[in-house]
């Protein structure tokens, strides 16, 4: 390497080291070593992801897939089929439909395409942190609004951050980590008034009240987001899409690199889809077991559990965070430490587990909270 190019290298390494960027959680392996427990002894409730559909089953799906695609080929004509089926699962047309390697990074494309430096995004908060992240990382203003202690949004201040400036706005619903639906009314009106592109992140809607992916049809500047990580239990494929209008749709589809989901994530998400009943009955049993956990943990005595319109469920207790969430890593229950949410000091995060991890997080915080 010449020396210039040494002093510019180094100088850009250190520019990149400042950008704040997602930073997962410890890992299993890291869990087990700390506490001496075996890993499969850990329970992993961080991170919403799905067990709702057995293990067996996924996999066999996969086995039939890589039967069916051809790995040697580039995916277009998968890229295609999966359009059209999400077309049909939402009833919009496969035009409003983008496809991405997950659904944030539908959300970076999109923050990358519309959001220049000297612009602003607005959000409220407590929400998904990626979402900071990505706006840091563009080197964008990140504008936001605190919810309401009921969790609705502050419909007042946010009209106040639609400054010439503010060019994106991200609503997260049902929204992580509260766990609440904006309504529907408050949404549009917020897309009425916004002078820019509304990025609508419904990753967890198939367990929420409503969707408003309708709404694409009627607003020309707004996105909404879609996961299969969720619902659809492959969050290790990573495959996510986006839903807008023709006209979105296509500066959101034309990505300098082509063929970014790779074939067999694509074929998973429209065999999920062809046997969409598997999601629906798994999301039904888990709403089930999401109310009973709501419940029992509003029975122990210290702990306000909140509604959940998703497949997780927020909860304060009246001792510090770092305790109770200590108090479970020591049995492997790995759930989510938040701290201070608006009014509430101490709050914490569980995915809802398969009825047994539930069990065993219940006793847990039972034991440690009543002691
Ligand atoms: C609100 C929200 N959006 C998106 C994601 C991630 O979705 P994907 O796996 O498609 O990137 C999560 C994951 O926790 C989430 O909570």
Redesign the pocket.
């Known amino acids: 390497m010449n020396s210039k190019c040494e002093a510019w290298l180094g100088k850009k390494l250190n520019e990149l080291k400042g950008s704040e960027v997602y930073v997962a959680e410890k890992t299993n392996e890291e869990i087990a070593k700390q506490y001496g427990l075996k890993i499969s002894d850990i329970v992993k409730l961080n ?2 992801e799905n067990l709702y559909i057995p293990r067996e089953k996924v996999a066999a799906m996969l086995k039939d897939v890589a039967d069916e695609v051809d790995v040697r080929i580039y995916p277009q004509d998968e890229e295609f089929m999966l359009k059209e089926a999400i077309a049909e699962y939402l009833n919009v047309t496969a035009d409003c439909v983008t496809l991405g390697n ?3 990074e539908v959300m970076e494309r999109t923050i990358r395409l519309f959001l220049g430096k000297g612009e602003s995004a607005v959000t409220f908060t407590p929400t ?1 942190s990626v979402f900071k992240c990505d706006v840091d990382y563009q080197g964008s203003e990140y504008v936001t609004v605190p919810l309401k202690d009921d969790f609705s949004i502050d419909m007042e201040g946010m009209l106040k951050t639609f400054t010439s400036t503010a060019k994106l706005m991200y609503l ?1 619903s049902p929204n ?1 980590p509260t766990a609440s639906q904006l309504k529907p009314r408050e949404i549009e009106t917020l897309i009425e008034e916004f002078p820019g592109i509304v990025l609508v ?1 419904e ?1 967890y809607a198939e367990y929420a009240d409503y969707s408003i992916v309708p709404l694409i049809k009627k607003y020309e500047n707004l996105i909404v987001l879609r ?1 299969f ?1 969720k619902a659809f239990s492959l ?1 290790g494929l ?1 495959l ?1 899409y986006a839903l807008a209008g023709p006209g979105l749709t296509k500066a959101l589809d034309r990505t300098p690199a082509p063929y970014v989901v790779n074939v067999v994530s694509l074929r998973m998400g429209r065999k999920m889809l062809e046997n969409i009943e598997v999601m629906r009955e798994s999301v039904k049993v888990l709403k089930a077991e999401r109310r009973k956990l709501i419940n029992q943990l509003n029975e122990i005595k210290g702990i306000e559990a909140f509604d959940s319109k998703a497949n997780f469920v927020l909860f304060n207790t009246d001792k510090p965070s770092g305790e109770v969430y200590e108090a479970a890593l020591k049995q492997g229950l790995v759930i989510k430490k938040l701290g201070k949410l608006l009014k509430y000091q101490n709050c914490l995060r569980t995915t809802v587990g398969l009825p047994k991890m539930n069990a065993k997080l219940l006793k847990a915080l039972g034991e440690y909270m009543e002691d």
Do not use: H, I, P
């Open positions: 991170y919403n997950s659904s944030d998904f997260c992580n992140d990753a996961t990580s969050a990573r996510g």
